[in-house]
Structure formats: structure tokens, C-alpha cells
């Protein structure tokens, strides 16, 4: 028996990069791939949303010169473009897969609606949202725990290079300590940077289950599906 029936997991840009300082990183895609492939076998409906930090982020682009609003859309299309490269590495692994578009571009990928991406999902798909939200000023945290929402997932999955919610940024702080299960609000009151307030709040209002967990190493993914204690849980 699954654990979950359909989940939706958000991957980061900045993973795809790998060891690179920007870009993608080929191992890694396939990788990720790989990982993928094993769980849509298993017959659970997978959905997707990357980050593209690896390639555009607009609030830098801002601080460099960039309006905000022009900054954001380049970001959308650095999702769109990390969509493209995971689709590929997917139907190289003969997983089936697709690419849907906030934003209307095709043939680059359809146009997302709800009932497009469950009806894909519930044909075998795993099925990439990309473009965000669609709009400025909305991170692509906040895409995922909409398009979780939307999708009626059983669970939305952060897969980072972290593994899980710390008291502090482990990387910079070496005593920080690990949670193995938190409330949304505990995340509120101690200022805990796992995804903007936009995405948490949207979140904890729609109930929807979030684990926090390193999705960089391989295995992972099969582990948190099968519920075994990997990374952070985070409750209402």
C-alpha cells in the first residue's frame, strides 16, 4: 500500500545546478530523474514544480537594474525551462511526463488548468507546472502550495538540499538543531525561513501536509513516500 495517492513536490533551481554555480547540471537532472521514475511506477500521480533560481531570480534581477514586475516574468521562463530539461531527462528514462504552462506558450507546453493537470496525472503523467503562478511578486513556493491545493494532493513535498527544518541555517550555523515534526505556527513564531509566509499560509488554511527533506540524496524520495522519518514534517 502507498503512503500517498498523489503528491506534488517542489523541487529547487538551485539543486539543478548541482556543483555549478549556475545552470543545470546533467547528472543531477538525471538523478532526480531517476528517482522520479521509480515512484510514478509505483502508480502514485506525481506533480511538479521547480524553482529557477539556478538560471533568473527577480528580486535579484531587481536589485541589479530590473523592474520588478519584468525581473519576475524572466523568472517564470527560467522555470519553464528547468520544466523542459526534467521532461526530457524523464522521457529518456521512459518515464511519461508533460509540461504544463502557466502562461499561455505553446507548443513549448499546455496551458495549466486544474482539470488538465489531474486528468493528465490520473493518465500516468508526471506532469511539470511551470511559469509560477503566473503573475509577479508570487515565488514558485507559493506556486506549489497553490498548485498542491489545486490538485487536491495528498501532500506537498520540498525537496532541498537541507535535510529538513533547522532552529537556523545549518550551513551557516553548525549548533543549529533539527525538527523531525513542526507546526505552521511554530514556523511563524520562530521566524523559520522553510518557504515564504505567502506559501505557509496558503498551506496551513488548506490543510495541506508539507515535509521538508534532502531531496540531493538518492533514495530519499522512495523513503519519505514510504513514510519513513526522513526530513521535517510540518502539521497544522
Known sequence: MNKYNRILLKLSGESLAGGKPYGIDEARLREYARQI???A?????????VGGGNIF???????KGFDRVRGDQMGMLATVINSLALHSALEVAGVKSTVLTAIRMEPVGEYYS???AVERLQQGYVVM???GTGNPFFTTDTAACLRAVEIEADVLLKGTRVDGIYTADPE???AAVKYDEI???EIYAGGLQVMDLTAITLCRDNRMPLIVFDMDTAG???KVINGEPVGTRVIR
Open 172 to 174: 551557516k550555523n553548525p
Open 220 to 222: 530519499n524520495l522512495q
Open 41 to 49: 511506477e509505483r502508480g502514485i500521480q506525481v506533480g511538479i514544480v
Open 183 to 185: 507546526t505552521f505556527d
Open 129 to 131: 507546472m511551470a511559469g
Open 37 to 39: 521514475g521509480e515512484v
Open 114 to 116: 486544474k482539470w488538465r
Open 57 to 63: 531570480r527577480g528580486l535579484s534581477g531587481e536589485s
